[in-house]
């Protein structure tokens, strides 16, 4: 079972939403709240895997406190504005609802949802992953010898251990999904990281145990100070 949250001001909007979710019994609410601020105590106190937000909450912008949350749900943005779309997938949604939501599009989101929560619970029990490379060629990759995956045009490189490296025909978008959001980190939009492999985090870069030095794109400079806060004993408030 899947748990979800609603952040929803629109009265008509929010019934609406809730007796098309209710259809499918793999999701489960927690709540739905009409301000950012009672969410932000529930997601204190209980276990939210996904969000359905509009993005525009009275005066304030969800978006705009994402950063702020102790741990990330899976967010999947509605508004009856399209104009939004780019920033909320800048900021890794999931998907994008547009009001008045149809019940065939919810199920494109929630389909999107349970399969992405569903491959990172499984993922957590895992320690490899098959990816291709040709019609009839499949490579295995172990999680602890994948440093970091570079996109190049229509095509990412993926640096190991031993100095080795893989070229595959694949959207980088398409391959973070797939790998353990614990352990996987997307910090430019060219570029995801194994954490593990971090030697340090400097101001605008990282720089990986192998020598290779990575930029940090502006928008996935929460996701650093994440990981900084997540994996520091004592940490002092920052700003990265």
């Known amino acids: 079972m899947i748990h979800y949250a609603i952040i929803e001001d629109e009265a008509e909007d929010l019934k609406h939403l809730k007796s098309l979710l209710k259809l499918d019994k793999r999701f489960s609410e ?23 937000a509009d993005i525009k909450i009275g005066k304030d912008n969800i978006l705009s406190i994402w950063e702020q949350l102790p741990y990330s749900p ?17 900021h890794e949604a999931l998907h994008y609802l547009t009001k008045p939501i149809q019940s065939e599009q919810l199920y494109t989101a929630l389909e999107r949802a349970f399969r992405k929560i569903q491959l990172n619970s499984q993922n ?33 490189n993926l640096h190991l251990t031993e100095q080795r490296s893989i070229s595959v025909f694949k959207r980088l978008k ?23 492999f971090i030697e340090a985090i400097e101001a605008g870069d990282i720089a990986l145990k192998e020598g290779s ?18 994996h520091t004993t004592t940490v002092q408030k920052t700003s990265f």
Do not use: M, W
Not at 76 to 81: E, G, P, Q, V
Not at 124 to 153: P, V
């Open 124 to 156: 957590n029990d895992l320690n490899f992953f098959f990816l291709q490379s040709g019609k009839n060629k499949y490579h295995k990759i172990a999680f602890n010898e994948l440093i970091y995956i570079e996109a190049n045009g229509e095509y990412l």
């Open 30 to 52: 927690i709540g739905a709240f009409n301000n950012i601020e009672a969410f932000k105590h529930c997601i204190k106190t209980n276990e939210v895997q996904l969000v359905f």
């Open 174 to 196: 398409s391959l973070v999904n797939e790998l353990p959001a614990t352990l996987f980190k997307q910090i430019h939009r060219s570029y995801i990281v194994n954490i593990d």
């Open 74 to 90: 899976e967010l999947i943005i509605i508004s009856a504005y399209p104009e939004y779309a780019l920033n909320g997938y800048e």
């Open 213 to 230: 030095k990575i930029p940090v794109g502006r928008i996935y400079k929460p996701v650093i100070n994440d990981i900084i806060i997540k």
